[in-house]
């Protein structure tokens, strides 16, 4: 595959890291007054995977979580009000049918549209995802699905006809390339591509090597940390969250406990 970014930015590794940082914050907002299923652990993934995401993209979650509005640019009071397109789903085994039936309508009303699907569990467990999965590869879908676990066996990786990519889920840096190179192939018509990443926490706790503490050691070692960017970023970005709640006018953040979230 082409596109990949043979080196990034240093204004991109630090954006990648303060958007890790304030998707942090913003969850242990939203857990302490709605109980939404947390993606702490999880910031690395979901950051690489939509930082650069166009307006006409989508982003289909699972289970829902206020990350992805707040990474496709929603207003931050809109964020914290509520999730206002999403939609309830009962069985994982539904999701990689929804998301890449998302992805095929999106592609026929927007050619450059491209679907980014977090998905709660490997679609390859079930006869509906496989199913959706050989779909997409059939279409050629500008779709990437991502998860958490291993790839499927190599013989049905191969029948998918599509890329599937292992990656370390903390190591944001990692799951960029890989997610901009899935990506520039999707908008080039290439079709689908699946990232199975590892070591994220599935229960709300960070995994032993933290992404964002992973990213600071990263940056530090080429001279792009300081103390004072992490305090400016927390300290900046709590005040916007009390500036939008404060402008909503409640104290508590109303919000359903939703299954999954299409922004």
């Known amino acids: 595959m082409d596109g990949a970014p ?4 240093s204004d ?6 303060t958007t890790m940082l ?7 907002h939203v857990r302490k007054f709605s109980g939404v299923s947390s993606w702490k652990g999880r910031e690395a993934v979901a950051t690489a995977a939509a930082i650069d995401l166009q307006l006409h993209d989508a982003i289909v979650a699972f289970p829902s979580t206020v990350i992805p509005s707040f990474l496709r640019g929603t207003a ?5 009000d509520s999730h206002s397109a999403a939609q309830k789903l009962n069985k994982s085994q539904a999701e990689c049918a929804l998301a890449t039936g998302i992805a095929y309508a999106r592609s026929v009303e927007n050619k450059e549209s491209v679907t980014v699907a977090f998905l709660s569990d490997s ?14 590869g059939e279409h050629k879908l500008p779709i990437l699905y991502l998860y958490g676990g291993p790839l499927p066996d190599a013989m049905q990786a191969y029948a998918y006809g599509f890329p599937l990519i292992p990656v370390d889920g903390n190591d944001v840096v990692a799951v960029y390339r890989v997610a901009h190179e899935c990506l520039v192939r999707a ?7 699946m990232i199975a990443h590892s070591g994220c926490s599935r229960n709300g706790a960070p995994a032993k090597n933290d992404p964002i503490l992973k990213m600071e050691r990263y940056l530090s070692r080429k ?5 004072e960017l992490k305090l400016r970023t927390i300290r900046e970005f709590e005040k916007a969250i009390a500036a939008s709640r404060k402008a909503s006018g409640s104290r508590k953040i109303q919000q359903e406990s939703l299954q999954v979230c299409i922004v």
Request: glycine fraction near 12%; include cysteine.
């Open 76 to 80: 931050l009071q809109s964020v914290l």
């Open 123 to 136: 679609p390859e467990r079930y006869d509906g995802g496989r199913e959706a999965l050989r779909f997409a």
């Open 223 to 227: 001279g792009l940390f300081t103390d």
């Open 6 to 9: 043979s080196i990034i930015s």
């Open 12 to 17: 991109k590794l630090r954006q990648l890291y």
């Open 22 to 28: 304030k998707c942090r914050i913003l969850e242990s």
């Open 187 to 193: 908008r080039q018509g290439g079709g689908p591509s």
